[in-house]
Every structure is written in C-alpha cells, then in structure tokens.
C-alpha cells in the first residue's frame, strides 16, 4: 500500500508550500517528495473528512489567516480562497466531523475563529472570540495564546487550549458556527497547555502542556463540557537538564498508547494507557533530528512520522501495536521546514 502524506512547512528559507510524500508500506520508506501547494508559511494543515479539500494556515497577500483549497486528479491542490486579517497568521486547523467548520486558533492574537465551509470549499468567518489574561512565565505567557481548536468526539463543544492563561475553553458551537462559553478548566499556573487529544472512549482526554513538558489525563463530562484532572506525568526524563518545550501529542486507535514529542530532548516519549486512562512511561526515542514540532501515525497505526524543523528532515518508525513501542526505520528524509504531519484517509 502507497500512504499519502501532506506535510506543512514554514517557507523562510527553501521550502516552497505544501508538500506531498509518499509511504511505501510494503518496503518500509518515504520516498518522492513533491510541492502540491505553493503558500507562504503553511505552518498547519486539515484535510475535510471527504478529502476533497484542504485547508491550511498561511499568509496571503501579507495577512494571515486560513485558506481552503480543492484536490485536483493529479493529487495537487488548487487554491480556492482566504479568509486573512492584519498580523501573524493561526496555528491550528480543526475541522469538524462533518466537515461544516474550521476551527483556527491564533497564538499571536490570543483568538479563536470559526470558518464555514461552503459546498465548493470556500470559507467564510462566522465567530470569534479572544481569551483575556496570563500567566506566570513573563517571556511567554504575557498574555493570551490560544494554541489549540477543535471539536470534542460527540460534536458539542469545541475545545480550546491557551498557552498563555494556562486555561483549556469549552465552548458550545451551535448550527450557524457560533460559540458560547461553557466551561474552563484552570491548568497548573506555568504548565502552558498546547494541545490535546480524546481517548476513543469520549470519556478522557490528554493535555500536552509546552512550558512544563506534561500529559495531563483529564475527564470529560460530555453534558456539561467540564475537564477534571486525573494525572499528571512528565514527558522528559528525570535526570534530563537541558531546555525543552513539548509540541504534538497522539494517540493509538484503539486507546491503548500515547505518544508526545519533546522539543529540546528531541524525541518521542511512549505511554501505556492504563485501564483508568491513567499513563505509565514505556519508551523515550530520538527522532534523530531537531525540534519535531509534529508527527502522526499513519491510518494502519504500524507507522510513525516525525517533522524535524531545524533540520529539515522526517523520520519513519515502526510501531509494535502490543507494547506501544517505535522502532527507527529511515532517517534523514528531507522535507524543507517541516511542521505539520497530515495523513491522507482516502482509500
């Protein structure tokens, strides 16, 4: 089998948009890297449910914002439209379950936007609201930073993570793609939540937290939208005294893994998921890179890939789906400022 795979880039020095790589599941290597898009900063990218179109964070025409675009035959994309304003561009793209709206949060504004997707894929702004306060760490939380935007697995609400107010938002989206507050979970002053991901069951969630390298294992009351901690645990190892920031956090299909990349320690630390949810620690690797700022496992769950930023290059493993853990497979595959891992579902 021949896995598609989009990956985001920044485009500051060599990379020219969105590229596309190929996983050959067969002989084990990415191979035949390609541009499929050409966009400024590209830095995040979302494939709609049907995967007739992407949408990806950018700056066009010297904005920022989101841009949606079509997937042609020959597998490129074509640019369908923008939705920009003044500043630095978002950092996250969600889209919901059935692919009605985008959810881009913007870490230099602190806001949140909701984007409908029309029929042909264009995008049009329908909300946004901006988080207030700060935290602790003066260098980067000064104030809000909204990291993080998508819907909880039931399609209720939409979670937000804030880096710079050490809060994660739960707001109700209603029809028109409208939000209303409904709960915040108030996180360790400093931990500087960044992203987070569901366990299959609905019922728990794992926060990733940048500033202090943690999972924290939260429940989630699906009627009220209420997240409650369980555990907290570290992603770094105890004797490591170096400086590192956490980044992307995943998830196994069937619960039973979780894995989150440590910026700075430059690698991918491996938990078993407990039959509480709670994690225990099974594997730190290098990504034989720096700064894996994401990576995701492919929709067969056997492989792991990794963006190394700093040094430009992807990094394969393979995964044991009885024990959790990753075995490198090929290293130092180049893909020019890479940033964002997105796996095409299409058969």
Same mark, same amino acid.
């Given at each position: ?11 500051? #020095? ?9 996983? !050959?599941?067969?002989?084990?290597? =990415?191979? !035949? =890297?390609?541009?499929?898009? @050409? ?5 995040? =990218? ?6 007739? %179109? =992407? ?6 025409? @010297? ?13 490129? %994309?074509?640019?369908?439209? /923008? ?12 889209? !919901? &379950? ?20 029309? *029929? ?18 003066? $260098? ?41 507050? $409904?709960?915040?979970?108030? /996180? ?16 728990? $969630? ?19 939208? @209420? ?11 105890? !004797? %490591? ?5 956490? $980044? ?17 320690? *430059? ?34 769950? &056997? ?43 299409? #058969?």
């Amino acid at each position: 089998m021949k896995e598609k795979i989009l990956i985001g880039t920044y485009t500051k #020095k060599d990379s020219k948009g969105i590229y596309e790589i190929t996983l !050959d599941t067969a002989t084990k290597k =990415l191979e !035949d =890297l390609r541009v499929v898009a @050409e966009i400024e900063n590209p830095t995040y =990218l979302a494939l709609s449910k049907d995967n007739r %179109f =992407l949408f990806s964070v950018s700056r066009v025409n @010297e904005e920022g914002g989101t841009s949606a675009f079509a997937k042609q035959a020959d597998g490129t %994309f074509k640019f369908i439209n /923008a939705v920009t304003s003044p500043g630095a561009p978002p950092c996250y793209i969600g889209v !919901d &379950q059935n692919d009605h709206f985008v959810f881009s949060p913007n870490y230099h504004k602190g806001t949140m936007d909701v984007l409908e997707i029309h *029929e042909d894929g264009h995008l049009s702004l329908t909300d946004i609201v901006k988080h207030e306060g700060k935290g602790p760490n003066e $260098a980067r939380q000064d104030g809000p930073h909204t990291h993080y935007g998508d819907l909880t697995p039931d399609g209720k609400y939409v979670v937000v993570c804030d880096l710079g107010t050490d809060e994660v938002y739960t707001y109700a989206v209603d029809a028109a793609g409208h939000l209303t507050k $409904a709960a915040v979970y108030q /996180a360790t002053p400093g931990q500087g939540p960044r992203h987070l991901v569901f366990h299959p069951n609905g019922q728990l $969630a794992y926060l990733f937290t940048e500033l202090s390298s943690e999972v924290v294992v939260l429940s989630y009351n699906a009627e009220t939208g @209420e997240f409650k901690e369980v555990q907290t645990v570290p992603t770094l190892p105890a !004797d %490591f005294t170096g400086t590192s920031i956490g $980044a992307a956090i995943r998830i196994s299909k069937d619960g039973q893994f979780v894995y989150a990349s440590n910026r700075g320690h *430059e690698s991918l630390a491996v938990f078993a998921v407990a039959a509480d949810g709670t994690l225990s620690l099974v594997q730190h690797i290098s990504v034989e890179g720096k700064h894996p700022r994401d990576f995701d496992l492919d929709p067969t769950n &056997q492989f792991v890939v990794v963006a190394n930023q700093e040094t430009d290059n992807l990094t394969l493993f393979e995964r044991d789906a009885e024990t959790g853990q990753l075995t490198l497979l090929q290293k130092d595959v180049y893909a020019p400022e890479a940033v964002c891992v997105t796996f095409s579902t299409e #058969k």
